[in-house]
């Protein structure tokens, strides 16, 4: 077989088709305004929601927890990665979340693939939404157990589909709590009554609500008053509104010790390094003492919203700092995107098969590091590129 050729011929389709996706290198740190490919752009693409990555704070907590730690954690949690820092960040995340206990993953991927394949194998259920992210959509497929996908936040397939399974099977309903490439949010509550009334456990990834949502940031089971009793297993990242990196899950004591035991991605990986622990949990007194940046995030949110629905463009159904302009047709999605890059804002063209063809987009989403010039601005840019 030509493999060379093979891959050639698939790369020239994807090119062809409009869906070839290309790095742009970043050339400092991250934030509002970003230097890309060597010229400075307004960034309209980062899931750094509430501006922390760059925080003075986080960043002197880092560099002083490498002069303790070093770099490298030097093994995976269970041999000898596992530091203080680790450990005080996982009880302050359980705290902070109201739940037994935390325990940390070194990527919201690998927190999805180690959870379902824990807690569910061959004779099992999973049941995902058909917009849940690719990590949970993969961490079902991985997990042996049968896997069905309901239509998108479709609560009546859902509840007919547990009500269809074997009895004595283990049920697992898996969801995103705010959907990344839409931003609109799971029915928790709806799902956590269907769940408990089969016998099922609900999972949520809020890894986008995390930190955003919530009276104190809590994230989305927090605004709906949700806790580990209705919704046994969360998991949220720490590399999108807190600024860090890696991602958790908290829920009970039996859940952690059944992930330290079985949680593949957990057990065979190396730990996080310590001085990113340390920066996470400053990262999370900030959110906790800085307020400020969810009120003005949602101002700027309505901003925006308002904006564009004067101007006539037809955003999701979004609260969340993630909007979706939907243009249908790959090309177009990826002209406006470059028309936009031209006049100096970086908004990436979201195309199959990270969304459904036919749905292909602009991903805008905002950060508390924006003022409501740099969305005036970006509106009037989108009102050029409409025109």
Not at 2 to 12: F, N, S, V, Y
Not at 17 to 29: F, M
Not at 249 to 265: D, F, K
Not at 297 to 318: F, H, N, V, Y
Request: net charge negative; with cysteine; proline share 3%.
């Amino acid at each position: 077989m030509d493999w060379q050729g093979a891959l050639q011929a698939e790369l020239e389709h994807r090119h062809s088709a409009q869906l070839y996706r290309q790095r742009r290198v970043l050339g400092g740190a991250q934030g509002a305004q970003v230097e890309i490919d060597g010229r400075p752009y307004t960034n309209f693409s980062s899931n750094d929601y509430l501006g922390l990555a760059n925080h003075p704070r986080i960043v002197a907590a880092f560099t002083a927890a490498t002069q303790r730690y070093g770099l490298g954690s030097g093994a995976s949690h269970l041999v000898c990665g596992h530091s203080t820092e680790h450990h005080l960040l996982e009880q302050e995340l359980a705290d902070f979340t109201g739940r037994e206990r935390a325990l940390l993953f070194s990527t919201g991927y690998m927190a999805n693939i180690g959870v379902v394949g824990a807690l569910v194998g061959r004779g099992d259920h999973v049941f995902e939404d058909k917009l849940n992210h690719a990590s949970l959509l993969d961490a079902g497929q991985l997990s042996g157990a049968r896997m069905r996908r309901f239509i998108h936040n479709d609560t009546d397939q859902l509840r007919r589909y547990l009500s269809a399974c074997d009895e004595g099977a283990r049920k697992l309903v898996v969801v995103d709590g705010v959907f990344s490439m839409d931003g609109d949010c799971a029915p928790v509550k709806q799902l956590a009554t269907i769940a408990a009334g089969h016998d099922a456990w609900l999972m949520v990834d809020d890894a986008h609500g995390f930190g955003v949502l919530g009276a104190d940031g809590g994230g989305l089971l927090q605004q709906c008053g949700l806790g580990q009793d209705e919704v046994p297993v969360l998991m949220a990242t720490l590399g999108k509104a807190l600024g860090s990196f890696g991602a958790f899950v908290a829920g009970s004591e039996a859940l952690i010790e059944t992930l330290i035991q079985h949680a593949r991605t957990y057990i065979y990986t190396t730990a996080l390094p310590p001085a990113v622990a340390a920066a996470t949990r400053e990262s999370l007194r900030v959110l906790r003492q800085e307020s400020w940046r969810r009120d003005h995030l949602q101002r700027l949110i309505r901003r925006l919203r308002d904006g564009m629905l004067a101007l006539g463009l037809e955003s999701s159904p979004s609260d969340t700092p993630i909007q979706a302009l939907v243009m249908g047709d790959a090309g177009a999605a990826l002209a406006a995107s470059e028309a936009l890059l031209r006049q100096g804002y970086f908004v990436p063209a979201i195309r199959p098969p990270t969304v459904p063809v036919g749905t292909s987009r602009l991903r805008i989403t905002l950060s508390a590091a924006h003022s409501e010039r740099d969305i005036d601005n970006l509106l009037a840019a989108l009102a050029r590129v409409a025109g």
